[in-house]
Nanobody, 123 residues
Framework: QVQLVEHGGDLVQPGGSLRLSCTASGFTLANYAIGWFRQAPGKEREGVSCISSTDGSTDSADSVKGRFTISRDNAKNTVYLQMNSLKPEDTAVYYC????????????????WGQGTQVTVSS
């Protein structure tokens, strides 16, 4: 059974940091591009960051560049999203997704999705 599970969401103060993890079961994560997406209440799902399966190249939304870093540990079948300097506008449910293509920040192109983890940035 193909499954993605996210962990690491929490309540954090502005300026704080969190590390989200996305672990796969039932397939080898290294063979897929992995994307992180987020959805805030009343808003569309948006791409945050992605990493390719071939050369490890990455892409990020302008809103998170310089603050968020995506990485993968193929030995652990896990992808991480390190989030620093968090802002209230980063509050959302964060999802990871897998696709058999290069790194693209378009959610409609991804095949497998996790259940999401809540990130709340508030004082």
């Amino acid at each position: 059974q193909v499954q993605l599970v996210e962990h690491g969401g929490d309540l954090v103060q502005p300026g704080g940091s969190l590390r989200l993890s996305c672990t796969a079961s039932g397939f080898t994560l290294a063979n897929y591009a992995i994307g992180w997406f987020r959805q805030a209440p009343g808003k569309e799902r948006e791409g945050v960051s992605c990493i390719s399966s071939t050369d490890g190249s990455t892409d990020s939304a302008d809103s998170v560049k310089g603050r968020f870093t995506i990485s993968r540990d193929n030995a652990k079948n896990t992808v991480y999203l390190q989030m620093n300097s968090l802002k209230p506008e980063d509050t959302a449910v964060y999802y990871c997704a897998a696709a058999f293509h290069l790194c693209i920040l378009r959610p409609e192109t991804y095949d497998y999705w996790g259940q999401g983890t809540q990130v709340t940035v508030s004082s």
